[in-house]
């Protein structure tokens, strides 16, 4: 299993950016897809989910800001990330999910992708 995330860099309070994460179709067709993040000092928690057939849903703290997609055909997903937060500071991974409302991660973390907020 190999879940690979980009897309993080460092940006100003208020910028956007796109997170990507590819993996193995195996897990793409079968699993919940989700964007988990890890802030310097605290747990990985799960901000966004999608399911295999498009429901998606969020966390409090991205809802309306963040959008989760994906692209079957490139088993990819995405995190469309605007109006970024200080608070957003984090690394970002991508992993499978039970279901929608799961919060634990199917497999082992990728490397993640930093993502830097600055005022």
């Known amino acids: 299993v190999q879940l690979e995330e980009s897309g993080g860099q460092s940006v100003q309070s208020g910028g956007s950016l796109r997170l990507s994460c590819t993996g193995s179709?195996?897990?793409?067709?079968?699993?919940?897809m989700g964007w988990f993040r890890q802030a310097p000092g605290k747990q990985h928690e799960v901000v966004a989910r999608?399911?295999?057939?498009?429901?998606?849903n969020y966390e409090d703290p991205v809802k309306g800001r963040f959008t989760i997609s994906r692209d079957d055909a490139k088993n990819t997903i995405y995190l469309q990330m605007n109006d970024l937060k200080p608070e957003d500071t984090a690394v970002y991974y991508c992993?499978?999910?039970?279901?929608?409302?799961?919060?634990?991660?199917?497999?082992?973390w990728g490397q993640g992708t930093q993502v830097t907020v600055s005022e």
């Open positions: 992993n499978a999910l039970s279901f929608l409302s799961s919060e634990m991660p199917r497999f082992p």
């Open positions: 179709r195996e897990i793409f067709n079968f699993y919940v």
């Open positions: 999608i399911s295999r057939v498009g429901n998606t």
